[in-house]
């Protein structure tokens, strides 16, 4: 079910622009994302910081496609927002340091801190080479390669996910003692 909540708006987006053009998938994004919210908040009772950076930027930059009738907006955004995740994370472990995924997920994974700082290197490589294949994609092909990009680029996180995965999974500490 969650996979599905996560997905719906990508594929409505690109079955509205199939189907239409640009700004009415751009409206259908806009409202997908805001439903998916409101479904995610009736689940878990909270929105992730993440899930309200990625409303925000979705109904400002849709707006703004919406008002200037002008595709580039929309087209930005993943570039800003992964560029924006990136420099995030980096500012926190660099200048601040503070790993921030450790900080969100610690509770939940017990890790040694050298897997931690990987991780969030990781993330910021991932961040960035993300924000800047959307940009070179915006910048040299059609709105349709875009569209048809941004559907099966959905293939980058899914490899960077169990990627990740498997890196952590021989070093996630068991608090369960052993039977050896």
């Known amino acids: 079910?969650?996979?599905?909540?996560d997905f719906f708006p990508i594929l409505l987006f690109f079955g509205a622009y199939k189907l239409f053009n640009i700004y009415t998938a751009t409206a259908v994004l806009m409202a997908a994302t805001a439903l998916q919210m409101g479904l995610i908040y009736a689940i878990d009772r909270k929105l992730q910081t993440m899930h309200k950076i990625t409303l925000v930027l979705i109904l400002l930059f849709g707006t703004l496609t919406l008002v200037l009738q002008d595709d580039r907006f929309i087209k930005w955004k993943p570039t800003v927002l992964y560029g924006a995740m990136a420099l995030a994370l980096a500012i926190a472990v660099w200048g601040m340091k503070k790993n921030i995924l450790h900080m969100l997920l610690g509770s939940q994974l017990s890790l040694p801190d050298g897997v931690w700082m990987r991780l969030n290197?990781?993330?910021?490589?991932?961040?960035?080479?993300?924000?800047?294949?959307?940009a070179y994609v915006v910048f040299n092909f059609s709105t349709e390669f875009w569209v048809d990009f941004k559907l099966w680029g959905y293939a980058f996180p899914l490899v960077f996910l169990v990627g990740q995965g498997l890196y952590i999974a021989p070093h996630i500490k068991s608090d369960e003692p052993s039977n050896s």
């Not at 079910?1 to 909540?5: G, S």
């Open 121 to 134: 290197q990781a993330w910021i490589v991932y961040c960035a080479f993300m924000s800047a294949v959307n």
């Open 1 to 5: 079910m969650k996979i599905l909540i």
